[in-house]
């Protein structure tokens, strides 16, 4: 029998007892090898939402829950919540004394609610019954006396909601990294408000006889100033915050960064002088333009003597969704001013994420403008643990929600197991999926979008030979002809052909195979239970020849064990048929890491210093990083490198960086069994 992924079952970390086996019993049960057990989920709703920036859909079908491939690595969503930075992050990060937007739970008498800073003052674990609450944008695994904040100003626990009644939330802006376009938008946007630049290309020593060549930028708030050193020291550019002098024109002191060296200097002027066309530099130069010429009171306003700047940065900001209007002032310096309520305001700063902390306080004693979102359905669901956040306002916005502290973030230990032989061997079944499916793309509220086969684990385990869930559940998605991209390492995806070039051939349908090596004895001590290479390269082929739009998913790459083979996955994977790449960075949440640094042991001994040292060396000095635009790739030498690898490799193979758009064009809802037919 072959071995499975987990040799143990790690405690639920949110346990308070645990049982510790004797030596007797643990030598009886390393020698037994469980069987799967298949559980009948009872969920009523089949599609989940997701606002994720690291994956190319918004919604998802999972047909399981829990994976019998037995891998030695798992995904596991967490619920963002807003922090008082206005970012979104995961509430696994957040710590006793952090600060979240909180708002009043109750007004004063006469006056409406407020949006108010929330120090956490604690973190606990508690054990519940549950219950699933689905709204039209989020999905929560609560309890039933939880509260939420929604329709006629009420507060009401999970238990008297239903589909009559709407919660209060924010938009969502999943948080981003500063990367190197960010940095570079940064310091234009900054020095373009702030800045003095006096150099020319060419200009050598003012001993020569050129001009004395400088760039300075000098504000009273050091904030800015201490994110400028440190974006310009990635550049290689060394400065330092020194005070200032303005002489007469302000009271208040004021710091300044300044450069005069002539090789520093041409580096700054193609920073400042070179516009990108990427997402990260229009937020990082929105960023800077706003921290050097932004205020935040009873309006956000951006403010400039030249008009065509503030046209320019208009251009970037209607670019990444957010509308500003010009208000002109003859003779004065003319302004643009942020249209919409305070919610587009934090949507503003968790899209930008500017420096200075007091412009994002001035939110903090409005109204929170929160926009309604319905809900769809109360599930019932076990006993599970659940994370208590306890607040000083007693409030919080979790997934964009209005909340009263705790609620439970929904992963296989949430539903009482373990993360480790339970995920393997305890395989939830939800066995109404296509009918739950079917409802959902027939409601007149679905708006066609590219749904995912799967979104969590894999749609093509071995249940799925028997049961035909996903099967089922495809034929829903091609009767719509609503559009599915399906990511999987089962040579049974080929079973489903038929289908799948149906849906093809109207732009809607693509899929990704999974490859991790293509060494077939890692590969069988890592993935016991999944089709070796060989098997997925052929399903590529098979599909490939089908006319299925086909890529390679290079996942997890593994720092010192599998990263070295990416140019011959992806090698391998083009001649067999497809046509696009992906990678994602191995990724070790919550109990995988134990898991998989044990796996390691048993497996490669004399390589796991090496390989956890490298894991750690680009998740930050840890084993894993949930930022978004971080958490799939990694940050350092490390991960840069392994990207170059890539990337270079992936054009070598002459495969695209992305799959084909897919299309709704073609969705249709079927008449319902025994409706009338329409007349011509």
């Not at 890692?522 to 890529?551: D, F």
């Amino acid at each position: 029998m072959r071995p499975r992924g987990s040799t143990t079952n790690p405690p639920n970390r949110f346990e308070s007892l645990r049982y510790v086996a004797s030596a007797e019993e643990a030598t009886a049960d390393a020698e037994t090898n469980p069987e799967t057990r298949l559980l009948s989920d009872p969920s009523r709703t089949i599609v989940a939402t997701n606002n994720s920036p690291d994956i190319g859909f918004g919604a998802s079908v999972n047909p399981y829950r829990g994976c019998e491939h037995a891998c030695s690595y798992c995904l596991a969503p967490e619920t963002p919540v807003l922090f008082a930075d206005l970012t979104w992050r995961p509430i696994g990060e957040v710590c006793a004394g952090d600060v979240l937007v909180g708002f009043d739970e109750f007004p004063e008498p006469g006056r409406t609610r407020k949006l108010r800073p929330a120090v956490v003052e604690a973190v606990w674990c508690s054990r519940k019954p549950s219950q699933r609450l689905v709204t039209e944008s989020s999905a929560v695994v609560t309890t039933a006396e939880h509260r939420w904040f929604g329709d006629g100003s009420r507060w009401r626990r999970t238990d008297q909601l239903n589909q009559s009644r709407w919660l209060a939330r924010l938009p969502v802006v999943p948080a981003l990294p500063f990367d190197t376009d960010y940095r570079a938008g940064y310091i234009a946007g900054l020095s373009l408000g702030d800045g003095t630049f006096r150099y020319q290309p060419g200009w050598r020593s003012d001993k020569l006889g050129f001009p004395a060549a400088y760039w300075r930028v000098a504000m009273i708030d050091r904030e800015p100033l201490f994110r400028l050193v440190s974006f310009l020291s990635t550049f290689g550019v060394e400065a330092h915050i020194r005070a200032f002098s303005a002489g007469k024109r302000t009271r208040t002191d004021m710091w300044k960064v300044e450069v005069r060296s002539l090789s520093r200097l041409a580096i700054i002027h193609k920073l400042l002088f070179t516009e990108l066309e990427s997402q990260g530099y229009r937020r990082g130069f929105l960023a800077g333009f706003f921290d050097a010429e932004g205020h935040n009171g009873t309006s956000l306003r951006i403010s400039q003597l030249d008009i065509e700047v503030l046209n320019r940065v208009r251009r970037i900001a209607a670019s990444l969704g957010l509308r500003f209007e010009l208000e002109p002032r003859a003779g004065h310096a003319s302004t643009i001013r942020l249209v919409g309520s305070i919610a587009d305001r934090v949507q503003f700063f968790s899209i930008c994420q500017t420096a200075i902390r007091r412009k994002r306080d001035a939110l903090f004693g409005f109204e929170p403008a929160t926009s309604p979102d319905p809900v769809h359905a109360v599930e019932p669901g076990a006993t599970v643990d659940v994370v208590d956040v306890q607040t000083s306002t007693r409030t919080f916005f979790a997934a964009g929600l209005a909340t009263h502290n705790c609620y439970a973030r929904p992963t296989h230990e949430y539903l009482g197991f373990s993360a480790g032989l339970d995920f393997e061997t305890r395989i939830l079944v939800k066995e109404r999926a296509p009918e739950l499916l079917r409802q959902r793309l027939g409601a007149k509220s679905w708006q066609p979008q590219v749904v995912a086969l799967s979104g969590v684990t894999d749609p093509y385990q071995p249940a799925e030979r028997r049961l035909e869930l996903t099967r089922r559940c495809l034929a829903v998605l091609a009767e719509f002809k609503n559009p599915v991209v399906i990511v999987t390492k089962s040579f049974l995806v080929t079973r489903d052909v038929d289908l799948l070039a149906e849906l093809a051939r109207s732009d809607a349908a693509s899929v990704l195979l999974s490859i991790t090596t293509l060494d077939p004895e890692l590969q069988r001590r890592m993935e016991p239970y999944a089709a070796p290479p060989s098997k997925r390269l052929a399903a590529i082929e098979k599909l490939a020849a089908a006319g299925v739009p086909v890529g390679v998913m290079v996942a997890p790459v593994i720092p010192g064990l599998t990263d070295h083979e990416s140019p011959k996955i992806l090698e391998a994977a083009a001649g067999a048929g497809a046509r696009f790449a992906g990678r994602v960075v191995l990724r070790l949440p919550h109990g995988v890491a134990e898991l998989f640094e044990a796996w390691l042991a048993l497996h490669y001994p004399l390589r796991r210093a090496k390989v956890m040292a490298r894991i750690r060396a680009v998740r930050g000095g840890k084993t894993y990083d949930s930022r978004f635009g971080v958490r799939q790739r990694g940050t350092g030498l490390w991960a840069d490198e392994m990207a170059a690898l890539f990337d270079l490799a992936r054009r070598r193979a002459g495969l695209a960086e992305r799959g084909p758009s897919l299309s709704v064009a073609h969705f249709r809802r079927p008449a319902a069994p025994g409706a009338q037919l329409a007349l011509l």
